[in-house]
């Protein structure tokens, strides 16, 4: 291992260490398959530092997002004709409520719309879903958004629009079949 490594290493780690579950995240939600995810985002953090070299100043979460998205689109390209559907998935908890307004029956409410959330969210096409994922989850300025998939403000911002559209309009059918 020469020196040369060891800097692009120490270098890998301060700009695109700290953006792996944000990478994950979307690698997850774009594949709808964990392990898939994971493949994703090892062969992105490899093509990353790979062409570390390239990287020069700016946005380094856009920048390592971008090669996952790309990633994500090789691998649903390659597994065209599976359908990943993976509703059994465990979902996250939710500390931001306070305990007081937990009661069973809340709970129950609570995880039966996150679940069915993540079902229309799945639901989506892979282009709506991830400027959704981007902006809400990931809470990534439309700029970034923009770069990371690679077209206008403009395209970002009405894809957002559709797409929160048709997220609620799976929603509420999905609410309505339960």
């Known amino acids: ?4 490594h060891t800097v692009d290493m120490k270098r890998f780690d301060e700009l695109l260490a700290p953006h792996m579950d944000a990478a994950y995240n979307l690698a997850r939600w774009l594949t ?8 994703v985002v090892q062969e992105s953090a490899l093509r990353a530092f790979r062409f570390l070299h390239r990287f020069e100043d700016g946005n380094a979460k856009a920048w390592l997002l971008t090669i996952v998205r790309n990633e994500s689109y090789t691998w649903l390209k390659a597994s065209a004709g599976h359908r990943w559907v993976s509703l059994g998935d465990d979902l996250p908890e ?10 069973p029956e809340l709970n129950a409410i609570r995880t039966e719309d996150i679940a069915l959330l993540k079902q ?13 994922i981007l902006k809400e ?15 206008p403000i403009g395209t970002v911002m009405s894809r957002l629009a559709r797409a929160r559209t048709m997220l609620k309009t799976e929603f509420l059918k999905l609410s309505r079949h339960e």
């Open 1 to 4: 291992m020469g020196l040369g």
């Open 32 to 39: 709808g398959n964990e392990s898939a995810a994971r493949d």
């Open 94 to 103: 939710d500390d931001s409520v306070p305990a007081h307004s937990s009661t």
């Open 120 to 132: 229309a969210l799945e639901a989506l096409a892979p282009v709506f879903r991830e400027v959704i």
């Open 137 to 151: 989850l990931e809470d990534m300025p439309y700029k970034d958004i923009a770069n990371v998939i690679d077209v």
